[in-house]
């Protein structure tokens, strides 16, 4: 009687390289899931923390806003109202913090403005200035109050959020008529002094991924006293 050879035949072969290939596939699709959603996830903190830095950025600039004044006509010497000026697109200000280089380096003169983008949205951007003195404001003054320059067109923007459905600034006042009033916030800012806050609202477009904050940004300003009041006894 012969005896069979050990081994396994063609079939069975063929059946075992076929579960291991069928193993290996299931195993290279999950590893792939896996590394996509970490990914995603990775992306996501990064746009969230990106969200939370431009925010703060935002509340740092704005907070730190300066009483100083403008020297528009330098034949004359005579220093303007407040450099502060504002209305729903466009507001102008000098702050003690820089995009570049924090609240350690020089004031600048920062021109928040609301663009418009090709596709009917607009985005929120910031250009920044040196400012060496109120002589530095001169081509930034305008005979009408209501009137706000834009610095020379040479000076590239600084994008905040890019696609919004809207977006506008307004001004709480903190006069007598204002604390009665239903509505605080005014939509223009043309007086003598200071605001007591900023309020940036914006809506985000639909479809986009821009990550901004949930509701409007209230920024209320550090300093409210006029820079020419001298500190003396009561």
């Not at 330098?74 to 924090?102: A, K």
């Not at 605001?195 to 409210?224: C, F, W």
Request: some cysteine; proline content about 7%; aromatic content about 6%.
């Amino acid at each position: 009687m012969k005896r069979r050879n050990a081994g396994f035949s063609l079939i069975e072969l063929m059946i075992a390289i076929t579960l291991v290939a069928a193993i290996s596939a299931g195993l290279l699709t999950a590893m792939r899931n896996g590394l996509l959603t970490m990914e995603r996830t990775q992306q996501r903190l990064l746009d969230a923390r990106r969200a939370m830095g431009i925010q703060d950025l935002v509340r740092r600039q704005i907070g730190a806003a300066m009483p100083v004044r403008s020297l528009c006509n330098r034949d004359t010497m005579q220093l303007q109202s407040y450099i502060f000026r504002g209305n729903g697109n466009n507001m102008l200000l000098v702050s003690s913090e820089s995009t570049t280089q924090g609240a350690r380096g020089t004031p600048r003169i920062l021109f928040y403005r609301v663009a418009p983008n090709d596709d009917n949205t607009v985005r929120l951007e910031v250009v920044e200035l040196p400012f060496t003195g109120p002589s530095s404001t001169a081509t930034l003054c305008d005979p009408a109050p209501a009137v706000i320059r834009q610095p020379s067109s040479s000076t590239k923007p600084i994008v905040l959020y890019e696609r919004l459905a809207s977006c506008r600034f307004r001004y709480r006042n903190l006069s007598f008529d204002t604390l009665l009033s239903r509505d605080p916030w005014a939509d223009l800012w043309i007086f003598p002094y200071l605001p007591y806050a900023v309020r940036i609202e914006m809506q985000p477009a639909p479809n986009s991924d821009t990550r901004m904050p949930i509701g409007p940004i209230t920024i209320p300003l550090h300093i409210s006293r006029e820079s020419e009041a001298m500190y003396a006894d009561e």
